[in-house]
């Protein structure tokens, strides 16, 4: 079991850079699949970016890929999203998600994780 705590949302402008946190509780989170998805209003939930447990494997949506970087602090419990160069379409509840396993596959559907927080709201104004 493991419980998943977003931060770090807000209200930027279109260009700038936030950076999203998730803690993590419990102590295996280092074998955990971590990922995080976004939910614009009134759209489904989408992928964003994800790696597998150790962090080798890293795969991002399309629309995010060269501007945000998913990385992980396993002393701290914590993933990250750095997301430089915003645009307004960028708007949306941000998630982080996880999954238990030590596999080399990384996961891009909701379907497959386990865990989620409870979302931050990132605001890019133009």
């Known amino acids: 079991q493991v419980q998943l705590d977003e931060s770090g949302g807000g209200l930027v402008q279109a260009g700038g850079s936030l950076r999203l946190s998730c803690a993590a509780s419990g102590r295996t989170f280092r074998s955990y699949a971590m990922g995080w998805f976004r939910q614009a209003p009134g759209k489904e939930r989408d992928f964003v970016a994800a790696?597998?447990?150790?962090?080798?494997?890293?795969y991002y949506a399309d629309s995010v890929k060269g501007r945000f970087t998913i990385s992980r602090d396993n002393a701290k419990n914590t993933v990250y999203l750095q997301m430089n160069s915003l645009k307004p379409e960028d708007t949306a509840v941000y998630y982080c998600?996880?999954?238990?396993?030590?596999?080399?596959?990384?996961?891009?559907?909701?379907?497959?994780?386990?865990?989620w927080g409870q979302g931050t709201q990132v605001t890019v104004s133009s």
């Open positions: 998600a996880a999954h238990p396993g030590l596999g080399w596959g990384v996961r891009v559907e909701e379907r497959e994780y386990d865990y």
């Open positions: 790696f597998n447990w150790n962090g080798y494997n890293v």
